[in-house]
């Protein structure tokens, strides 16, 4: 039995890099800071940390030259098959909530908000993956909603 206070990981997925696996511990510690989510979103709970922070520190750690270029979008994915592409512009001031309390999500393992987005306040519960894209030709394009179209891969995959 794992003594990880996180338990569920999230999948990175960056162009130009291997997929990899990590956990909400990890990103708050390699972000730096941590800090009450109620400072970004009005009346929400629990402990955040934020999203560029974290990219670019997790960038600098892959060795991920700087003249690289920029995602153009960020895509994440929910346990519930809930799926947001956001452009990256939109992301500035995105925070992601990784605990309650000092104890994991209920609904884990992280939930993105993004209070500047496309919607009032975009905020995506029990990210699962993230997706970082670079797609020039669709740049700006958003989308958000539950996914429709399933391989016979997913549909063995419990999530």
Same mark, same amino acid.
């Given at each position: $039995?794992?003594? +990880?206070?996180f338990?569920?990981?999230?999948?990175?997925?960056?162009?130009g890099?291997?997929?990899?696996?990590?956990?909400?511990?990890? $990103?708050a510690?390699?972000?730096?800071?941590?800090?009450?989510?109620?400072?970004i979103?009005?009346?929400?709970?629990?402990e955040?940390?934020?999203?560029?922070?974290? =990219? /670019?520190?997790?960038?600098?750690? *892959? #060795?991920?030259?700087?003249?690289?270029? *920029?995602?153009?979008?960020?895509?994440?994915?929910a346990?519930?098959?809930?799926?947001?592409?956001?452009?990256?512009?939109?992301?500035?001031?995105?925070?992601?909530?990784?605990?309650?309390?000092?104890?994991?999500?209920?609904?884990?393992?992280? +939930?993105l =908000?993004?209070?500047? #987005? /496309?919607?009032?306040?975009?905020?995506? @519960? /029990?990210?699962?993956?993230? +997706?970082f894209?670079?797609?020039?030709?669709? +740049?700006?394009?958003?989308? =958000? #909603?539950? @996914? /429709?179209?399933?391989?016979?891969?997913? $549909? *063995?995959? @419990?999530r």
């Open positions: $039995m794992s003594d +990880r206070l338990s569920e990981p999230i999948i990175i997925d960056h162009f890099q291997q997929t990899q696996e990590t956990f909400p511990d990890i $990103m510690e390699l972000a730096g800071a941590v800090f009450p989510l109620s400072e979103v009005a009346g929400a709970a629990g955040a940390f934020d999203f560029s922070e974290w =990219y /670019s520190a997790w960038r600098t750690k *892959q #060795g991920i030259h700087e003249d690289f270029p *920029q995602p153009t979008h960020l895509k994440v994915e346990a519930d098959t809930f799926e947001a592409l956001i452009p990256w512009e939109q992301l500035t001031d995105a925070a992601v909530q990784f605990t309650i309390d000092g104890e994991p999500l209920p609904k884990g393992p992280v +939930r =908000y993004v209070p500047n #987005g /496309s919607s009032e306040c975009l905020n995506v @519960k /029990s990210v699962v993956a993230c +997706r894209i670079h797609e020039e030709a669709s +740049r700006g394009d958003v989308s =958000y #909603g539950f @996914k /429709s179209v399933f391989t016979p891969q997913d $549909m *063995q995959f @419990k």
